[in-house]
Structures are given as structure tokens and as C-alpha cells.
């Protein structure tokens, strides 16, 4: 059954440096989401994107965030200069097109740690 | 801004018992979402109510969807061991009419059932 896959699978990052977290959604779907879930909290939306650009962002989602989709299968998410408040489970999901559930498929994740 | 509460928050109950997850919230909404998580694991997708009165079942979890009331609900049936996890319910705000919208999730429920 085809998955999200996300890699590195544990980033440990110092204050400061950029970090980019890479995920290949499943291959017929065309809408990807980056979501972030801080230890013990709920699961947080940064982003949607489809058709090459952001289609929807929340207030997390700032300057220091951003997303490209480099190639025909990958999807990134960039820090620029990390904080450790950005210290969290990152999540990558993707789903298919409108007219249909919509579900969206969550990876395995990236757990970012910033000191 | 959308609002998605669940309770309770944290259950304890003992196998072979029946109980009910709610999730409520704030804004229209016919799209509503279950997914489980295991620790330190990703989101694996329960359910998916797209209308008011929808009703799913698998297995002993059934969820069913008022979207009048605003509220979900999850109910367990005849409890096993394997169904400790966390619950969460998540929102689909649909602002864009059919396209990328990030889900709105509930803090989510921590289900123990012991033998």
C-alpha cells in the first residue's frame, strides 16, 4: 500500500542553523500538507500546497518557513534559523484531489530537536 | 477561528467496557476526520464523516458525525488491550472550497484500557 515517506526520521540541530525536512507523498496525489506537533500537545497546521505554490498557511507558519516541491516527487520544509521553540514532531501529509474524502495521509514524521 | 474540543482527554478503562470519545466544534463544518496515534508514531486514519448523520464502524470503534449539534463522537465497544492509543478528531475548516484546507485538530484522547 503506497505511504508518505519522510526523512531524517531524527534531526539534532543547534540554535540558529537551517534545517530541511524532506518528504515523498504518495505518488498520485496532489495536494501536501506540513503539519508539527510540539511533545504532548495536539497536531498543528504550518501549510498546504498544491499546484506548485502555498495554498494555505497559518500564523506558525512565518518568515522563517518554507516549502518547495523540487522535484516531481519530493516536498521540503526549510527552517531558516531554528529555535528552540521549533523543537517538534514534523509531519508531512498528502491527499488526492477534491470530489473525494479528502483523507489526508500522514508520514512516519521527523522529530527535530534545536539546543 | 475554529475551535475543536475533545473529551475527555485522558480514559482509563478496563477491557470488555463500552465508552464515548466526543468532539466538538465551533464552526460549519460536513467534513470531520478520526485518526489514532500509538507513542511516538504517526497519525493513522480511522474514519472520515463527510454529512451530517453519518455514521462508520470497524470493528468495535463506530464514529458518527451532527453536524447541526457540531459535535462527533467515537464509541468503543467491548474494550480490548489494543485499542490504547490517542485519539484525535480533526476539522476540515473548507475555506477554500474544495482545495489544500489544513485540518484543525482536537487535543486529542489518551486511551488506556487495562486487562
Known amino acids: 500500500e503506497p505511504e508518505v515517506t519522510q526523512t531524517p526520521s531524527h534531526q539534532v540541530t543547534q540554535m540558529g542553523q537551517e534545517v530541511i525536512l524532506r518528504c515523498v507523498p504518495i505518488s498520485n496525489h496532489l495536494y501536501f500538507y506540513w503539519y508539527r506537533q510540539i511533545l504532548g500537545q495536539k497536531v498543528e497546521f504550518l501549510v498546504s500546497f498544491y499546484n506548485n505554490e502555498i495554498s494555505e498557511k497559518s500564523e506558525i507558519f512565518d518568515d522563517q518557513f518554507s516549502v518547495e516541491r523540487p522535484d516531481g516527487s519530493n516536498f521540503t520544509l526549510k527552517i531558516r534559523s531554528t529555535k528552540l521553540e521549533d523543537s517538534a514532531m514534523y509531519f508531512c501529509?498528502?491527499?488526492?484531489?477534491?470530489?473525494?474524502?479528502?483523507?489526508?495521509?500522514f508520514g512516519p514524521g521527523t522529530r527535530l530537536l534545536v539546543l | 477561528e475554529l475551535k475543536v474540543e475533545q473529551n475527555p482527554l485522558f480514559l482509563s478503562m478496563q477491557e470488555g467496557k463500552n465508552y464515548t470519545i466526543y468532539c466538538n466544534y465551533s464552526t460549519t463544518s460536513d467534513r470531520l476526520y478520526w485518526y489514532r496515534q500509538d507513542p511516538g508514531k504517526s497519525l493513522e486514519s480511522l474514519f472520515v464523516l463527510l454529512s451530517n448523520g453519518a455514521v462508520k464502524q470497524e470493528g468495535r470503534l463506530m464514529a458518527s458525525l451532527d453536524t447541526k449539534a457540531r459535535l462527533s463522537t467515537l464509541h468503543i465497544t467491548a474494550a480490548v488491550h489494543d485499542l490504547s492509543a490517542t485519539y484525535f478528531c480533526?476539522?476540515?475548516?473548507?475555506?477554500?472550497?474544495?482545495?489544500?484546507?489544513?485540518?484543525?485538530f482536537g487535543k486529542g484522547t489518551h486511551l488506556i484500557i487495562q486487562p
Open positions: 480533526a476539522v476540515d475548516p473548507q475555506l477554500s472550497g474544495g482545495g489544500a484546507d489544513g485540518l484543525t
Open positions: 501529509a498528502s491527499s488526492r484531489l477534491a470530489g473525494g474524502p479528502k483523507t489526508q495521509y
